[in-house]
């Protein structure tokens, strides 16, 4: 018996849900510094503090519009990849703790010589609905997913 393919790739754009759902936090956080009693240069560092992660995180995770901004998911004989216009396909080593969800995945992963674990957020209206299925599909069986790349 020969065995399985095990080369699998994927792409996303960007999620209109993901988006209206990190405008409606920050709506609230902007919110909740306009009802707090603290003196108003708190109220202000606050504000810009929470313009200045939008102007961080929208770019890069939320829109895709970033040149490092993550797009893609492969596994192939190297192992695990992800894209990005900058570094194109680089090897990743993924999580236990990534999680697979109807609605969402989310990958958490490790880059090589990296202690720290990073997070991409994939909703399923970034990608039709059959790549979503086999994303989370693959996600949850595939054999030896969470080893380190070579």
């Not at 095990?6 to 209109?16: D, L, P």
């Not at 109807?102 to 990958?107: H, R």
């Not at 090589?112 to 979503?132: E, K, L, R």
């Not at 989370?136 to 997913?145: D, G, N, P, Q, T």
Request: glycine share 6%; proline share 5%; hydrophobic share 50%.
């Amino acid at each position: 018996m020969s065995s399985p393919n095990n080369a699998f790739e994927c792409r996303w754009q960007a999620s209109g849900q993901l988006l209206a759902t990190y405008l409606l936090a920050q709506a609230f956080a902007l919110g909740a510094l306009l009802f707090l009693a603290v003196p108003l240069w708190v109220t202000g560092l606050g504000a810009v503090l929470c313009l200045a992660h939008a102007g961080w995180v929208l770019p890069r995770h939320i829109l895709l519009t970033h040149r490092s901004s993550i797009r893609g998911l492969r596994r192939d004989a190297d192992g695990w990849q992800l894209w990005s216009e900058v570094r194109g396909w680089h090897s990743v080593q993924l999580r236990p703790d990534s999680l697979a969800l109807p609605l969402i995945v989310v990958l958490r992963f490790r880059l090589p010589g990296d202690w720290w674990v990073h997070s991409i957020c994939v909703p399923q209206d970034s990608q039709a609905g059959d790549v979503h299925r086999r994303l989370r599909v693959r996600l949850k069986f595939s054999r030896r997913r969470w080893l380190a790349p070579e």
